[in-house]
């Protein structure tokens, strides 16, 4: 069964940096497609960024230039580097993984069509 396990969340002040890892585990070859998502207290998820097996990027426009998603297929991990941090970045991020074969489209559609997820991990910005 595939899991998904992220780390790396707290709380930092507003232009700092935070590093996000995903361990995953689980199957027999590399998602095609890892993301990370986030969903702010009283708002909806929203993909933040997304990264195909082929490494092929995606970002929400408000991350671009400040985030930078990464894999590493043979520690079957995806980091997600956040900086220049702002208090709008304060929320629950997920990670999660799909075998299909889309990947960059799934960003815009608020995780549907990820088939996997980790239990989330709590980032905190203070301005």
């Known amino acids: 069964q595939v899991h998904l396990e992220e780390s790396g969340g707290g709380s930092e002040q507003s232009g700092g940096s935070l590093t996000l890892s995903c361990a995953t585990s689980?199957?027999?070859?590399?998602?095609?497609?890892l993301g990370w998502f986030r969903q702010a207290p009283g708002k909806e998820r929203e993909g933040v960024a997304i990264?195909?097996?082929?490494?092929?990027?995606d970002y929400l426009n408000s991350v671009k230039g400040r985030f930078t998603i990464s894999r590493d297929n043979n520690k079957k991990t995806v980091s997600l580097q956040m900086n220049m941090l702002k208090p709008e970045d304060t929320a629950m991020y997920y990670c999660?993984?799909?075998?299909?074969?889309?990947?960059?489209?799934?960003?815009?559609?608020?995780?549907?069509?990820?088939?996997?997820w980790g239990k989330g991990t709590l980032v905190t910005i203070s301005s």
């Open positions: 999660a993984a799909t075998m299909t074969n889309t990947c960059l489209s799934l960003l815009w559609k608020a995780g549907a069509g990820m088939d996997y």
């Open positions: 689980g199957y027999d070859s590399n998602p095609y497609c």
């Open positions: 990264i195909s097996r082929l490494a092929t990027t």
